[in-house]
């Protein structure tokens, strides 16, 4: 302090120092920090309000990035019932080949009972396919009512849904295509002229029956395909805000490390003289 005469007791310039280097020991510490963590919040007194808003938006990050996996999961579901139609139709594809061959006079009784032969595989096989698609044990086609699934994408703030939709009532299973154990009988054979001219008439409503199922399932497939883009696209702009408020500025932590540095020097420096200073009290005693 100005004036202040010499004491032994109290040495003001050197609690100034210590108080000084205090302060600048935590800058430093501070800067460090941020170096290494390449956060400009590294605790909460950094930037309370700041952390707050990045908290929230990380969260919402990191819900929007599970909202694309569910919708995956979703695409997976139409995948796996679009495939399972598709081999569907290509049957029936086949089943018309032979029901077509069949109503020729062209071909012999014998000839139609071998085409027969063929046909009733194929009715099988339509049959289990139709039984056997799923997705995680969850059958997609036989039931009496529609397979629903509400695929959540939204975020912390706003709940939102995709529903998917495979059938519905009188629409699902194997029924949906006029092919259910009851009305096989219809179906059942292609082994006259007659029979396979009315089981044509039958597969061609089967497979436009089809063709509209994978229509439906399509537009859903492109929905959340849209929506994966969509959300991405947020979740990066979420994390661009987050990173803007948290991310610390390296050029400028730079710079504050040598001034912390510098002052960390010349305050020991500081601290030494003002130590120093009191020992020349012994000089008057010589």
Known sequence: MAGQAFSVLSN???QQAQKDLYFTNIGLNKTLGKL???????????????LAIASAL??????????????????????????????????????????????SDTVGTNEKATLNVEYREILNELNRVIDVANFKGERLFSTGSAFTKGVYVGDTQ??????IS??????????????????LASFSSISSQSSAITTLSLLQTAIASISRWRGAIGAQQNRLVNA???????????????????????????VNMTKWQI?????????????ASSQLVLQLLR
Request: aromatic share 2%.
């Open 12 to 14: 003001f310039a050197s």
């Open 36 to 50: 290494s963590s390449g956060k400009r919040i590294v605790e909460a007194g950094d930037d309370a309000a700041g």
């Open 58 to 103: 990380k969260a919402d990050g990191m819900a929007l990035d599970q909202a694309v996996r569910n919708a995956n999961d979703g695409i997976a579901i139409v995948q796996i019932a679009d495939g399972a139609l598709n081999k569907l139709n290509d049957l029936l594809l086949r089943a018309v080949t032979l029901a077509e061959q069949s109503a």
């Open 158 to 163: 706003f709940a939102s849904f995709i529903t």
């Open 166 to 183: 495979i059938g519905g009532p009188g629409g699902a299973g194997t029924s949906a295509l006029g092919l259910s154990n009851a009305s």
């Open 228 to 254: 994966v883009g969509i959300i991405q696209i947020q979740s990066l702009n979420i994390k661009a805000a987050e990173s803007s408020i948290t991310d610390a500025n390296m050029a400028e932590e730079i």
């Open 263 to 275: 002052l960390m020097q010349s305050g020991m420096s500081s601290l030494a003289q003002a130590n």
